[in-house]
Structure formats: C-alpha cells, structure tokens
C-alpha cells in the first residue's frame, strides 16, 4: 500500500524513466511490499492506473536514497568538482567584488558633493543673502537631506558586504562546504540529511539502466556562499 508521508528522502523528486521509452515520466511515490515491510519507491501512474498504462518499476528506497547521495558527494561535492562547476560563479564573485567597490567609490564620491551643496545653501543662509523661511531653500536642503540618508544606507549596505569574506566564494569556503554538507549527507539520523538534499538535489529520473540526477548550480552557488558562520540551512544557524 502506499503511504501518505513527505518524510522519505526523495519525495516529489523521483520520476519513473529518463525520457528514453524507459518510463512514463510520472512521480514515484513511496510504497511498501514484501513480508518485511521494505519500502519502495514505485510509479504512482502503474500503481493507480494499471500496467497498460505504465509497466512501472518498484526501486528501492534506500538503494536508490544511497545512490543518489554518493554520486552527489562524488561527482559534485569534492572541492575539485565544485570548484569546476562554480567557475563561472567563482570569477562572478570577484567581479562582484571589483564592482561593489567601484560603486561604494561613486556613492562616497556622491555624498562628498551632497556635503559641499548643503553647505553652500546653509552658508547663503548664514550671510543672509537669502531667508532661513525661503520656500525654495526649504525644499532645496530637504532634497539634500533625503539624498544623503538615502546614499548613507547604500554605503552602510556596501560596506558590510565587502567587510565580510565569507561571503565570497574562495578554496576554503569550498573545502568546509563539501566537508560539512558530505558528512551530514552520509548521516542516516541526522534530520538535516533532507534538507541538504532538498537544497542540492532538484530531480531524480529512474530508467531500466540509468539514473539521472539533476539539480541547479544557483543553488550550489548560494549555498556555497552560505557555509558557516552563514550556515545552510537555516536550522543549522
């Protein structure tokens, strides 16, 4: 019988055949067989429709659940693998990098300016060539005034972003990475197996020869970026 739970390690991500007439395409959802109780993943679309309809396949669960984490480890995780997957993402961070300084430069450059305006008006002011109540010199200086705040917050944002390294891409961060998330993977009992999983692994095609796994570089990216003290996922912060 099928069981109703999003607790197992592949849920929603399984699929019966890899679009080679190996399969229907359709989800593979958890069921149990035999006199023991072992679980499967079966095809949802030969189970509730019949044969005729899929010939289906019943794998299982933690045949393929070991599989799917060991090639995950092997084939995307050693440092050397990462580092060949995100290179495109490792020279964007230091572009990133060369850019937030150039603007950080500019808004500096900007609020300097802002400083030298507003003193300006304020000196006009002083001398009396112009009143204090002018309606225009009123507006002039809160315009001033709303430019800089805004221009403060653009710096302050800049300026903690490039204060801290670990928010770039480099070797280590990728070593601790791999090292971290390969480990808690391997781990059966740790509730965080699924959710690294969850964050790596975006679909799993099951065939009669080959199992396809496929998943997104943005999110080995991000979550590279994340490695502690940035821990992913959040239930690790």
Known sequence: AAERTNKNLLTKKVKCGTGAADGCGG????ATGGTGGHR?????????????????????????DDLVVESVIRKVLAPERLSKLLEAWLDRSALGEAADRKDLKG???????????SAAVIKLVRNELVSPDDAQIKKELGQISAQKRAIAVDIEILERKLADPAKSINPDILKKFSDLISSTMRDRSSPLRRE?????????????????IMGSRTALSRAACGTKPHAVPKTER
């Open 27 to 30: 989800g593979m959802t958890t």
């Open 40 to 64: 499967y993943y079966a095809c949802h679309t030969s189970t509730k429709g019949g044969k005729s309809i899929c010939r289906g396949r019943w794998t299982p669960m933690d045949k393929l």
């Open 107 to 117: 808004l500096r450059a900007r609020q300097t300016k802002l400083d030298a305006e």
């Open 196 to 212: 690294y999983v969850d964050l790596l692994v975006s679909r799993v095609e099951v065939g009669n020869s080959v199992v396809r």
